[in-house]
């Protein structure tokens, strides 16, 4: 299993990002994924959730209207869309595939700040 997550950045308060995770090593299409931050001194967080399907996604409360989850089956890519940052958001930013155990992603770092 190997995740590796881009496009993460430093963009003032308000602003967008979109995060990726390419995907390789297990059946994609058929995995729950999953995007983590974990912020300075603070534990990790799951930020959002999508199953296989695409359907009944989950958002963290502190990110619901602002990020969106999402995924291509056909490219083995996770997204995660996010708009309306905060400084609150800063965090280095994982995915992780959910398959029995969890496996992770090296992870992004997106800081929020003016």
């Known amino acids: 299993v190997q995740l590796v997550e881009s496009g993460g950045g430093f963009v003032q308060p308000g602003g967008s990002l979109k995060l990726s995770c390419a995907a390789s090593?297990?059946?994609?299409?058929?995995?729950?994924m999953r995007w983590y931050r974990q912020a300075p001194g603070k534990e990790r967080e799951v930020v959002a959730t999508?199953?296989?399907?695409?359907?009944?996604?989950y958002y963290a409360d502190s990110v619901k209207g602002r990020f969106t989850i999402s995924r291509d089956n056909a490219k083995n890519t996770l997204y995660l869309q996010m708009n309306s940052l905060k400084p609150e958001d800063t965090a280095v930013y994982l995915c992780?595939?959910?398959?029995?155990?969890?496996?992770w992603g090296k992870g992004t770092l997106v800081t929020v700040s003016s």
């Open positions: 999508i199953p296989s399907t695409g359907s009944s996604r």
């Open positions: 090593g297990f059946t994609f299409s058929s995995t729950t």
């Open positions: 992780a595939a959910l398959r029995g155990g969890t496996y």
